[in-house]
């Protein structure tokens, strides 16, 4: 076994990877196994070396926002804290649409005697239908109201929970609109011929139109929570309701969309957000990312914390809701209101933010119930009392429809999110076009670095290499070799010797990882047998480093690293970016060490098309030549497919804005770049 160094030299991680090697500690057994990692690297599994990586990322911008926040002593700090904040929170989800007529209709009413209950469908954006339903208490008002964006329950304001959290607090006095959010209830976009719901979850909706919506820089929470603030807009609007007396609640996405709109919004009164807050330390910590609509574009690296839409509602009151069993962890919903409470008593008023927890799991509890009702008679109606919740009957599904078919889609004139999608996208085109024209290269290559968050060469950190153990397969010898830079990004990669002197260099990288076309007579032997040395490399989250296998069908669309291209995505960064990082330094690396300084030749399988096709179009000196196959020919084809099969890591947020897929291919010359059998995405192959 070789190595560059003394092994007393070498850090604890090398040498545990040497050892490793030394004793064959691989998986499996024979000349043929080709696993380089052992396996533990710095005491974390291969497949969770990307997200221990974000994470450590996330957890040092964490850092400097506390130490931030530790800052805020006095009223005006509050106040500074909470410009910079909303300034922040509005620019990752890309401003707020522009006030349209509503062109509100109730479509039906029942009166049950002790509350009486409307169908409402309105227009939050032109032909963008909202439907909600509601609940009025006895006598012709003005009533206060509580607005109650629904949690991910496929049926939505239909659901128990709903309906008890909205029949509750009419009991107590409060109106309350509950609404459908967009991919639920009525407003579900994925249905099967027979008008059922294609996904069980309504998170599977949300994920899909996220990643739509993502190379435009069109946010899923900007429509969602523009939702909220127009179904703000209606209550304001009707005779019978208090407009300078409203409320917001809701459990779990509920929770979320509560905690935007209060933050946003100072309309609102008071608010009691449920089973959602806990901070992104405590988040990252247990369960990580979750719904698309729960993260923002750069918001941790920004310093935007969850807490952070309580201090901006401060002094406004905020009862935060939390179960004791919940997957989103209690001890950060403690953290979040402590720092609350310490805001809230800098301006005097430490009073108005409040925590309930509830010994139960994920569920807007009776003990939640009562507390909110009894927060919004204090706040909203001025009935400071003990109230409790009577018994009372929930309806079916169909007897509160706001819509004869239950689809909001199918009424004349609707629109759906991807129409929103397609009317923000079909003007970019000039707009690039327009860019590229008047723009030098070097500085249209600038916008694209930028955006996807790629540094220049130089400022890459070099590789260092550790060699293990070398196959002899016939006339070929394959090194296993392991690449690490300073940053802790570790690439397991084959070196395929030829049989005789090399006649060029390669870089191989597959979606599959480095094995997928390692095999005895596959692909890198061929390449090998005519001449080229060959390095074959995992980047990151692929290969030995991916969580789970590709599937079939509808699990399809769950991507293997959606987790880690969430967390990114909090960071302002996209895999895309990460990985066109990985490939340049890659080839940096290989051309200095075994190809006497000249450029090698590049093939990109499959997702690491797309960071293969943004290192040759940024660093062309690199590449003797590219070949990209089965790869995405352009993000189009992401915005206006509803079912993208794992695209999520192929995308750059609003990168359309400046540049698509094929400026990068005609920055390349044709007869340096082969093209072979491009796919939409869908995954299917693309036929001119």
Request: proline share 6%.
């Amino acid at each position: 076994m070789k190595t560059r160094l003394p092994f007393f030299c070498l850090s604890s991680f090398r040498r545990l990877l040497l050892i490793a090697l030394l004793l064959g500690h691989t998986t499996g057994a024979g000349a043929d196994d080709l696993t380089v990692l052992p396996p533990l690297v710095d005491g974390v599994a291969p497949v969770g070396l990307l997200e221990a990586q974000l994470k450590k990322l996330a957890f040092a911008a964490l850092d400097r926002r506390d130490t931030d926040y530790e800052k805020i002593k006095t009223p005006a700090d509050v106040a500074a804290w909470q410009q910079r904040q909303r300034a922040s929170f509005l620019a990752a989800l890309g401003g707020l649409p522009e006030r349209t007529p509503l062109n509100a209709k109730v479509t039906g009413q029942r009166d049950f005697g002790t509350y009486r209950m409307e169908k409402v469908l309105f227009e939050s954006q032109p032909g963008f239908l909202v439907s909600g339903l509601l609940y009025l208490p006895p006598g012709a008002g003005p009533h206060p109201a509580v607005l109650m964006p629904c949690g991910h329950t496929a049926i939505a304001k239909a659901g128990e929970v709903y309906q008890k959290a909205s029949i509750s607090l009419v009991h107590a006095g409060v109106a309350v609109f509950c609404f459908d959010p967009i991919g639920q209830g009525e407003r579900r976009h994925y249905r099967q011929p027979d008008g059922k719901a294609e996904f069980e979850s309504p998170t599977s909706e949300h994920q899909l139109m996220g990643i739509s919506g993502t190379p435009v820089g069109l946010s899923l929470a900007r429509t969602m929570i523009w939702d909220g603030i127009r179904a703000l807009d209606y209550l304001q609007s009707r005779q019978d309701i208090r407009g300078d007396r409203l409320g917001c609640t809701g459990v779990s996405g509920g929770g979320t969309m509560t905690s935007y709109l209060m933050a946003l919004d100072e309309r609102i009164v008071a608010a009691a957000p449920a089973c959602y807050l806990t901070g992104f330390r405590r988040l990252l910590e247990t369960i990580g990312p979750q719904d698309f609509e729960q993260n923002h574009f750069g918001q941790i690296t920004a310093g935007l914390d969850q807490s952070d839409y309580v201090l901006m509602s401060a002094p406004r009151p905020v009862l935060i809701m939390a179960a004791t069993k919940d997957f989103f962890d209690i001890q950060g919903a403690w953290n979040v209101f402590r720092e609350s409470k310490r805001v809230y008593g800098r301006l005097g008023l430490s009073e108005r933010v409040e925590l309930v927890e509830a010994d139960t799991k994920h569920d807007l509890a009776i003990e939640m119930r009562e507390a909110s009702a009894r927060w919004f008679r204090r706040w909203l109606a001025g009935r400071d009392d003990a109230w409790r919740e009577p018994a009372f009957e929930i309806l079916p599904e169909q007897e509160i429809l706001c819509t004869p078919e239950g689809d909001v889609l199918r009424q004349p004139g609707a629109r759906s999110f991807f129409d929103l999608i397609a009317a923000v996208a079909a003007p970019l085109t000039a707009e690039r076009q327009r860019f590229w024209q008047s723009s030098t290269r070097p500085v249209a290559l600038a916008k694209v670095r930028d955006l996807a968050r790629i540094r220049p060469l130089a400022e890459l950190p070099p590789f260092t290499m550790i060699t293990g153990d070398t196959i002899q397969r016939g006339q070929v010898r394959i090194e296993k070799l392991t690449l690490r830079n300073a940053e802790g990004t570790v690439l397991p990669a084959l070196l395929f010797h030829p049989p005789g002197a090399s006649t060029g260099f390669r870089l191989y990288l597959h979606e599959d990882g480095k094995g997928a076309a390692a095999g005895p007579g596959g692909t890198l032997e061929t390449f090998a047998l005519a001449g080229e040395t060959v390095l074959a490399v995992d980047l990151r989250g692929l290969g030995e480093m991916q969580r789970s296998k590709r599937a079939a069908g509808l699990a399809a669309l769950q991507e293997p690293n959606w987790k880690s291209a969430t967390l990114a995505y909090l960071l302002g960064q996209s895999l895309v970016g990460m990985r066109t990082e990985d490939i340049l330094a890659c080839a940096r690396f290989a051309s200095e060490k075994w190809n006497q300084g000249q450029a090698v030749h590049l093939t990109g399988i499959g997702e690491t098309g797309i960071p293969a096709l943004h290192a040759a179009a940024l660093e062309p000196q690199l590449f003797a030549s590219t070949r990209l196959e089965r790869t995405l020919r352009t993000w189009a084809d992401v915005c206006s497919t509803m079912r993208t099969r794992n695209q999520q890591i192929n995308t750059v947020h609003g990168a359309m804005r400046f540049y698509d897929l094929p400026d990068l291919v005609a920055l390349l010359p044709a007869d340096k770049l082969v093209l072979h059998e491009p796919v939409d995405a869908a995954g299917q192959v693309k036929k001119d």
